[in-house]
């Protein structure tokens, strides 16, 4: 222990002895850069979980809904809040939700069967919706010989008004969006009753 508080009274007094201050300077300069470093990294690394985020609580809300054979309103609102859940630590007031059932109209549209939001604004029923590129297989498309309905999606939709910690001032706030579909599992649609 003496050797120890030996080692560090004469490091002490070489440091005080030395006048040249080039340590000193060279923290002055580094410390700047390396204080940004590692904020803009805290703040990367954060929108990337907070994304991740949003993208659980997508997938959660339509997974959820996919697992009922029909649906009433006070279900959906009851999805809806607890699917809001996920996003914690986030503050949920910042994110917005919809749940939506998607009928297939064609190889690339569809049409809102029905549309429930949190935070936000549904879909008016009946609205055509682009859906994504091979979404639907033929066999899912609606045909005039026999008749046939086209399928059911689920779409469930969450965005989200991140604020990043330190440089709110510096770069503008990220806006994050996740959409994704799903099959209704337990039958053909899940009816809103």
Do not use: H
């Amino acid at each position: 222990m003496r050797r120890l508080q030996g080692c560090l009274a004469t490091m002490l007094r070489r440091l005080r002895a030395d006048r040249t201050a080039t340590a000193v300077t060279e923290l002055a300069l580094a410390a700047p850069v390396l204080i940004l470093l590692y904020c803009g990294a805290y703040t990367i690394s954060d929108v990337a979980a907070c994304n991740r985020k949003v993208t659980r609580v997508a997938r959660t809300l339509t997974d959820v809904t996919s697992r009922y054979p029909a649906v009433t309103t006070a279900d959906l609102t009851n999805i809806l809040n607890n699917s809001a859940l996920v996003l914690a630590p986030y503050a949920t007031a910042k994110g917005s939700m919809r749940i939506s059932e998607i009928q297939v109209t064609g190889a690339s549209t569809g049409k809102v069967i029905w549309s429930q939001a949190k935070n936000g604004t549904a879909l008016t029923v009946g609205t055509a919706v682009a859906l994504p590129t091979n979404l639907a297989p033929t066999e899912m498309l609606p045909t005039t010989s026999p008749v046939k309905a086209g399928a059911y999606f689920l779409m469930g939709e969450v965005s989200y008004a991140y604020t990043p910690l330190f440089g709110a001032t510096i770069m503008k706030a990220p806006k994050l969006y996740t959409k994704v579909y799903m099959l209704p599992r337990l039958s053909d649609s899940v009816p809103l009753g």
